[in-house]
């Protein structure tokens, strides 16, 4: 974990702003969904990939799967 010398004060709803660098280095985007994870006194963000990619890369690996068989590149 790094520091990053920021501190910033919760509005009345609780919210807290990230910056804009900050979510740009960690590819967070308007609208994606961040698990919240508490561990003792410390708050966690992670970033939740949509479904849709996990799809694609589903599809991806599938379709790898299938053109490395039919090359007999390797047999399943």
Request: no cysteine; charged share 30%; proline share 1%.
């Amino acid at each position: 974990m790094r520091a990053t010398g920021i501190v910033r004060k919760a509005d009345e709803l609780g919210r807290i702003v990230i910056r804009k660098e900050t979510r740009k280095s960690l590819f967070i985007n308007k609208g994606d969904s961040l698990e919240i994870f508490i561990e003792n006194d410390t708050l966690f963000l992670k970033n939740i990939l949509p479904v849709v990619l996990f799809v694609v890369i589903w599809i991806i690996s599938q379709s790898l799967k299938e053109y490395m068989f039919v090359k007999n590149v390797v047999k399943i």
